[in-house]
């Protein structure tokens, strides 16, 4: 096993030099105006990269993606909402558990797996009361990319607050929050941003940040309102992960520099289209209606996709993603996000044929 580590996964994804330049010092102390002023920044930026509606905001926890959503259930969301979870694989699920857990009154539109969103899946779900809705752009188990222009027009119509989890789609896929009318939208450090695993962001429009306001506060944390607060003046309420969101500045500079988010988008895009039509001969089924660029979910015609993975990551050193749960012996995903070179990419090809043929 003499080749670099190749990692394929949907994150934590491999990282650009300038960001690993950042993230391997030691951290600075961060009560500084320094420190606010990259953090203030950090802000501006993400929201550029959004289109976020004039007035918006970014919180930035210290918590792994699942803590902003979290934190997007407890402090956006009250005990008052009817809330509709869209819920086609384990993301979708753990909106569902979120608001299960924090006593959010909830309905399932659940769908089959690898299956995507249609409008009648919507039907009967009109004028009955409904005030927001949770959906992951891109659902990220199965790689299918949620119709977000059809959701929007759904949630305008019915004066549905929308929030998106697009940790994974984000960069990857095209998302305009003004455009779409999204409420907020969660992100974080270690999908197509490339970084350090460790922050996630809850980028909200005025809308979000007014309910934020008026809402009670459930948690210390994972407080929103504090968040908010503190950021006024670009700092958090703890410690934060201090060399992730100086790497992340180092990073939305890369991205500004390479073209910004169109090209970084179509980056990713080429990536991905090279490896599908690289496979398309081999006896895997890429089943997922709507694929995001971020992700393929592949089932294996025979034998075990748990097997698959074990010999890249033993004989060849390139990591794949298994898929959890008893779905995990048939299906495994590629990730096409992070610093993943066209090279890289036909390696990759290279090593499913002789795997695979
Ligand atoms: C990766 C991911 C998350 C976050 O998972 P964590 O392990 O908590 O970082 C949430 N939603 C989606 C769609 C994801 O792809």
Same mark, same amino acid.
């Given at each position: 096993?003499?080749?670099?580590?190749?990692?394929?996964?949907?994150?934590?994804?491999?990282?650009?030099?300038?960001?690993?330049?950042?993230?391997?010092?030691?951290?600075?102390?961060?009560?500084?105006?320094?420190?606010?002023?990259?953090?203030?920044?950090?802000?501006?930026?993400?929201?550029?990269?959004?289109?976020?509606?004039?007035?918006?905001?970014?919180?930035?926890?210290?918590?792994?993606?699942?803590?902003?959503?979290?934190?997007?259930?407890?402090?956006?969301?009250?005990?008052?909402?009817?809330v509709i979870v869209v819920n086609g694989g384990s993301f979708g699920q753990r909106f569902a558990e979120l608001c299960e857990l924090h006593k959010r009154e909830y309905t399932e539109v659940k769908l089959e797996f690898g299956k995507t969103l249609k409008k009648s899946e919507f039907a009967g779900l009109s004028g009955k009361g409904y005030t927001a809705l949770l959906i992951n752009m891109c659902e990220t188990s199965s790689g299918v990319l949620y119709d977000?222009?059809?959701?929007?027009?759904?949630?305008?119509?019915?004066?549905?607050? =929308?929030? %998106?989890?697009?940790? /994974? !789609?984000?960069?990857?896929?095209?998302?305009?929050? #003004? @455009?779409?009318? &999204?409420?907020?939208?969660?992100?974080?450090?270690?999908?197509?941003?490339?970084?350090?695993?460790?922050?996630?962001?809850?980028?909200?429009?005025?809308?979000?940040?007014?309910?934020?306001?008026?809402?009670?506060?459930?948690?210390?944390?994972?407080?929103?309102?504090?968040?908010?607060?503190?950021?006024?003046?670009?700092?958090?309420?703890?410690?934060?992960?201090?060399?992730?969101?100086?790497?992340?500045?180092?990073?939305?500079?890369?991205?500004?520099?390479?073209?910004?988010?169109?090209?970084?988008?179509?980056?990713?895009?080429?990536?991905?289209?090279?490896?599908?039509?690289?496979?398309?001969?081999?006896?895997?089924?890429?089943?997922?209606?709507?694929?995001?660029?971020?992700?393929?979910? =592949?089932? %294996?015609?025979?034998? /075990? !996709?748990?097997?698959?993975?074990?010999?890249?990551? #033993? @004989?060849?050193? &390139?990591?794949?993603?298994?898929?959890?749960?008893?779905?995990?012996?048939?299906?495994?995903?590629?990730?096409?996000?992070?610093?993943?070179?066209?090279?890289?990419?036909?390696?990759?090809?290279?090593?499913?044929?002789?795997?695979?043929?």
């Amino acid at each position: 096993m003499s080749e670099k580590m190749l990692n394929f996964t949907v994150g934590p994804v491999m990282s650009c030099d300038e960001v690993l330049e950042v993230s391997g010092k030691s951290a600075p102390y961060f009560r500084t105006p320094e420190f606010s002023e990259i953090m203030k920044e950090n802000e501006k930026m993400m929201m550029e990269l959004l289109s976020a509606p004039k007035g918006s905001r970014v919180a930035f926890l210290t918590a792994s993606g699942t803590g902003a959503m979290e934190s997007a259930v407890m402090n956006i969301l009250n005990d008052k909402d009817k809330v509709i979870v869209v819920n086609g694989g384990s993301f979708g699920q753990r909106f569902a558990e979120l608001c299960e857990l924090h006593k959010r009154e909830y309905t399932e539109v659940k769908l089959e797996f690898g299956k995507t969103l249609k409008k009648s899946e919507f039907a009967g779900l009109s004028g009955k009361g409904y005030t927001a809705l949770l959906i992951n752009m891109c659902e990220t188990s199965s790689g299918v990319l949620y119709d977000m222009p059809m959701v929007s027009e759904f949630c305008k119509e019915n004066g549905i607050l =929308l929030i %998106v989890d697009a940790i /994974s !789609a984000f960069l990857a896929d095209e998302l305009e929050m #003004d @455009k779409l009318g &999204i409420a907020a939208v969660i992100t974080s450090s270690q999908k197509a941003l490339a970084l350090h695993p460790g922050i996630s962001m809850i980028t909200m429009a005025p809308e979000a940040i007014e309910r934020v306001e008026k809402n009670t506060e459930t948690g210390m944390y994972l407080s929103l309102k504090e968040a908010l607060k503190n950021g006024e003046r670009g700092q958090t309420p703890f410690t934060p992960a201090v060399a992730i969101l100086l790497s992340l500045n180092a990073r939305l500079h890369q991205i500004e520099k390479t073209g910004g988010k169109k090209a970084e988008h179509k980056r990713i895009a080429a990536i991905a289209k090279q490896f599908r039509d690289g496979i398309a001969d081999l006896p895997l089924d890429a089943f997922s209606e709507m694929q995001s660029n971020c992700v393929t979910a =592949l089932r %294996v015609k025979e034998g /075990s !996709a748990k097997d698959i993975v074990n010999t890249f990551k #033993d @004989k060849y050193n &390139i990591w794949l993603c298994p898929n959890g749960g008893e779905i995990g012996n048939t299906v495994f995903r590629v990730g096409h996000i992070g610093n993943i070179t066209a090279e890289d990419n036909s390696r990759l090809i290279e090593v499913f044929k002789e795997v695979l043929e």
